[in-house]
């Protein structure tokens, strides 16, 4: 049927079997769904979908969190969305970490765990902090610490293990098929849709879910209904020599530079593997086709390096550079997710928008999403808010 690449043909035992069992009652047919984008949204979409009896379908057009899910730095926070629209997906989402981590063993497959969060000030040109107010290794010129998430409140993951890891189990125990291929366009109607892929390849079903990320607003069916900017940010890992000086502490900084220039809010997070993720530098630029070909700018690395060694000294040159990236945070017009059917498209569903918190608010996504499209409505979240409804015009 495609002439992409078939990434993984699961067995149909599993069906063959059950209706040999009860040769007068078959199966009813499952309902099949056709998830396109594999970051961390649809994945999780297609995780969840699939746990419920769907038969999904997951066209991806490079590989499995090439983006942003990804290059993410993995951050969770319970309660930091508070007094907000994301609030309740947020706190739903980061007790769902905490149950999927020990579903898939995430503490060894992708570096869960909880994390005491630090924010502190950094003035480059400053003396080195000699006090015992801060972890060891952040011996730099740093100041004001402040307590601003505890081991019950904050946690991270490995963005891109974790998006993997969950993508191989719903492919592995529910039989979730990954097709490499672009995704062009979707018809809809009687009942059905169908996904049109670049190079001739059509993926029939009865809904489709949209979960381009920041390729939302290149696809043409979507460029009318909701408008999804990328915002370009970078990050550099580091791996330094002595691997155990280092806390399981995030860092948010407010950091001044040497010579003038605006502060910045570069953020830290040490990873459980031994490595240290720096990221920031935010710029507004065009998304580029491929995700392959998103490139840092050298400048922005540079300053993330020169933060990292201020810092801590264990964070300077002698430490190993393992990554130097960029990839595009997918935001809306009022910095709200955008998720539900698209209105006057019958079984065509959104999920895209999620800014700065998409890790963290993946999988009550992905699992608000499924009850949507197989039940009619969520209840572990109320989508409501996030309707796709609010920017179409009356
Ligand atoms: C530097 C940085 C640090 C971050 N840190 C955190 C953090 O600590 N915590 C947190 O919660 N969030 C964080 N985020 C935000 C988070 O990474 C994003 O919100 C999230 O990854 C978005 O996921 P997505 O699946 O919507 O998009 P993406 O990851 O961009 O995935 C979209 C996918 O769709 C595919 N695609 C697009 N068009 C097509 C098509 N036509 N056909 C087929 N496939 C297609 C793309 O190839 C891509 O794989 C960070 C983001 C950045 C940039």
Request: proline fraction near 7%; charged fraction near 20%; include cysteine.
């Amino acid at each position: 049927m495609f002439s992409n690449k078939l990434l993984f043909a699961p067995s149909r035992f599993n069906t063959i079997t059950s209706s040999m069992n009860n040769p007068q009652q078959p199966d009813p047919p499952k309902k099949r769904v056709v998830v396109c984008g594999g970051g961390i949204i649809g994945v999780c979409t297609a995780y969840f979908l699939s746990k419920k009896g769907a038969a999904v379908t997951l066209v991806e057009q490079s590989s499995i969190a090439c983006a942003a899910s990804g290059k993410a730095g993995g951050f969770l926070a319970f309660d930091w969305c508070d007094g907000g629209p994301v609030s309740s997906l947020a706190r739903a989402s980061f007790n769902l970490h905490r149950s999927l981590a020990q579903e898939l063993d995430g503490v060894e497959s992708y570096g869960y765990r909880p994390v005491n969060t630090l924010s502190l000030s950094v003035t480059e040109s400053g003396k080195p902090n000699r006090k015992s107010t801060v972890p060891g290794w952040i011996d730099g010129p740093v100041k004001s610490p402040r307590t601003i998430g505890t081991i019950e409140t904050t946690a991270q993951v490995h963005p891109q293990l974790f998006t993997r890891k969950l993508m191989e189990k719903a492919m592995a125990e529910y039989g979730v098929e990954v097709v490499i291929g672009k995704v062009k366009s979707v018809e809809t109607g009687g009942g059905k849709v169908t996904a049109l892929l670049e190079g001739g390849g059509v993926i029939d079903g009865d809904a489709v879910v949209l979960a381009l990320g920041p390729w939302t607003s290149k696809f043409k069916l979507l460029e009318s209904v909701v408008r999804v900017h990328g915002l370009k940010a970078h990050s550099v890992v580091l791996e330094p020599k002595d691997v155990d000086a280092i806390s399981a502490d995030a860092l948010f900084l407010s950091y001044q530079p040497a010579h003038g220039g605006p502060p910045m809010d570069p953020e830290i997070y040490p990873r459980p593997t031994g490595e240290v993720y720096i990221c920031g530098m935010s710029s507004q630029e065009e998304v580029p086709d491929d995700p392959e070909q998103i490139e840092p700018n050298p400048d922005s690395i540079r300053v993330l390096k020169r933060v990292a060694g201020t810092v801590s000294s264990h964070l300077g040159e002698e430490s190993r550079v393992k990554a130097e990236q960029a990839c595009f945070l997918p935001c809306t017009d009022d910095s709200v997710p955008v998720i539900g059917e698209i209105p006057g498209m019958a079984g065509c569903y959104v999920a895209t928008g999620h800014s700065c918190w998409g890790i963290l608010n993946g999988p009550a996504t992905g699992a608000a999403v499924a009850e949507l499209v197989m039940d009619g409505s969520s209840t572990i979240v109320d989508l409501t808010r996030f309707s796709p409804a609010r920017f179409v015009r009356k």
